[in-house]
């Protein structure tokens, strides 16, 4: 996945993509479009299901999407080991770096904090046995094993999980916010759709969240985000020489660099020619060369369009 994140990143970027041969992945030189209005392409991010990918993604210069941390000694100790990595060992996989950590967190709050709960608690609980399911010790035979199903016979015995901070009322999902927020972990995802949630609860909470709890973060966010952007410059800069030494910066192209490809009927029509079945057909040799010499024509038709400016 590197070696893919690394060029779909020069693609959105380049223009035109230079072109690569590699060990997963393989291209020629084209010019990859729509580029996207983001410059110089999306914020890119990964997620993380251990902390080892997160400082993976420091190294990287990209975003760790984290699962709930436990407690905010935790988060606070991987938070400070992302930045640090940032500072002292990125060498940044794309065009831009995207310093942030987002923790997913669960998420129902209702001014009820039992409300909150009959609403949301099941569903977030499922969601991580879902989890659990795929990653670590589910059986799963596609199309037959029924993932709700074997929840349901587990539920009432299923050991708590840790990370339902984001369940209550607004004050205490304010409270679970502003601790991580303290720890310095950047933006928070909220897990509403598992399980049998339903959408109108989904859209009441965050009626509650936008109302209720939100205003007191985007009050500051902006001045937080410039502060760390200020802060971490110089180190992005010194990420990219480190990339630059290393000689892992894709080159753009010169013009005369740029191959230039002919139609691809003409290749067509060539590779044609050199099948020897085609010959024991009558006339296939014949079409061949009139097809041949029509394409010939078509391109010094071109070629002398491109030479008086008539095509770009």
Not at 213 to 239: G, S
Request: glycine share 8%; aromatic share 10%.
């Amino acid at each position: 996945w590197l070696e893919t994140v690394e060029q779909v990143a020069n693609m959105l970027a380049m223009n035109p993509y230079p072109g690569y041969e590699g060990q997963y992945f393989s291209m020629p030189t084209r010019n990859v479009v729509p580029k996207p209005v983001q410059k110089p392409h999306p914020p890119l991010w990964v997620a993380c299901s251990n902390r080892d990918t997160i400082h993976l993604a420091a190294k990287l210069g990209i975003g760790a999407l984290t699962f709930a941390f436990i407690d905010p000694a935790e988060a606070e100790h991987w938070v400070n080991d992302y930045y640090e990595t940032i500072k002292t060992e990125c060498v940044p996989i794309g065009h831009s770096v995207n310093a942030n950590i987002a923790m997913v967190s669960s998420f129902s709050v209702h001014p009820d904090a039992a409300e909150a709960e009959a609403r949301g608690g099941d569903g977030f609980r499922f969601f991580q046995y879902a989890l659990g399911h795929h990653y670590a010790a589910g059986m799963h035979k596609p199309g037959r094993t029924n993932i709700w199903k074997a929840w349901e016979h587990v539920r009432d015995t299923w050991p708590p999980q840790g990370g339902e901070g984001g369940i209550g009322t607004p004050d205490e999902l304010g409270e679970h916010l502003r601790i991580f927020s303290d720890c310095g972990v950047d933006q928070s995802v909220f897990i509403q759709q598992a399980g049998n949630n339903r959408h109108e609860h989904i859209c009441e909470s965050l009626e509650i969240f936008a109302r209720d709890v939100m205003p007191e973060f985007k009050e500051f966010e902006a001045e937080r985000e410039a502060k760390k952007q200020e802060e971490l410059a110089p180190y992005i800069e010194e990420a990219f020489k480190r990339k630059a030494e290393r000689n892992e910066m894709m080159a753009e192209l010169s013009d005369d660099d740029i191959p230039t490809y002919g139609p691809y009927g003409f290749d067509v029509v060539a590779s044609e020619t050199q099948s020897e079945s085609d010959f024991h057909h009558q006339g296939a040799e014949e079409r061949a060369r009139e097809q041949m010499e029509r394409f010939e024509q078509m391109k010094k038709t071109a070629n002398l369009a491109v030479e008086l400016g008539a095509t770009d």
